[in-house]
């Protein structure tokens, strides 16, 4: 990170396609200040301290301000900060200004950093149950300040970049939040579809889902002849079980090692997991990502929570909505077909997928 400030005619907005208006696009220049590769960056940088690295400790004082830091007293284990090139900012609150067919939304909100770990190339696979439950912990806290704090953000999307082929600019491990004005249009897809499900047959589609994926056995007869054309355990989609929480490869998988956690009771809201059923969610979150890592070898991969929205509409969507975090490794780059269609192409099947995921011995 560099002492050079965002400059006041940076562009932080976001663009409405005016021909397909849920696709938007985030125009946010102050980015392209953020630290380049000089060289090719090593996958994976599995130091404990590097004395550069303005994440390490001792370095407090090369980030912007800290917002919390855990455990409160001592040395810290997590640290929150300011994010230096925020996508989104609260400095230069205007209006979102539109003429003719081009419309824009201020940029108005936050972006901040969690310093997940204080050991520098620490991956989540290796950190202590305990300390993963104290950084789930430190997101849920922070999604709460920041809801309390403006009842105009009505979207907090805390995701993680991990290597780089997955966006990250700092090989230190962290998390990143942004708080925003609208609500992002994949996630609105999911309420507004699961909501349409629930109209329909009156329960929860991922709660429906769980409980295929636990019990449900299909088979799929030839229509002329008869005879069995597949046979699908759905059983088999299960990677990893805990008391409370369930980790599931999706049928309809973009990536090739997508995996999915939900909690196996209904809750739409990550605000609402108590704090005595964080250490089954960091069970589950670690054991998953030690499965990914001894298959893929050293993984590499964002992963991001979706919660149920805090707009208008987010009691209306309580019974149908159902909070989930998305883990998706990066194991190849989109290539021209995805981006032309906007269909993912997955090379594994996702069943044999699950599979090796649930053959690695732990
Ligand atoms: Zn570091
Ligand atoms: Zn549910
Ligand atoms: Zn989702």
Known sequence: MSDSQPDSNDVREIRINPIVPSESVLVATARSMRPKKAEELAPRDTRKHVETC??????????????????????????????????????????????GLQQTIDGYGRHEVIIDHYEHGIAVHEMAESHLAALFGVYQTRMRQLFESDERLKYVLIFKNFGPAAGASIPHTHSQVIAMPVVPENVDAEVRNSAAHYAKHHHCIFCALIDEALTFEATIYDRNSGAVRRKINVGQYVVERGEKFIAIKPFASRYEWEVHILPLAHQADFLDVRGEDMADLARVMKRTMARLDAVIGGAQYNFFLHSVPHDSQQTAHAPSYHWHLEICPRTSIPTGFELGSGLFVNTINPEQAAERLRAVEL
């Open 54 to 99: 303005p994440f390490c400790r001792g370095n407090e004082h090369k980030t912007p301000p800290v917002i919390l830091s855990w455990p409160p007293e001592g040395d810290w284990q997590i640290r929150m900060v300011e994010n230096l090139y925020p996508v989104l900012g609260d400095d230069r609150e205007q209006a979102g200004f539109n003429f």
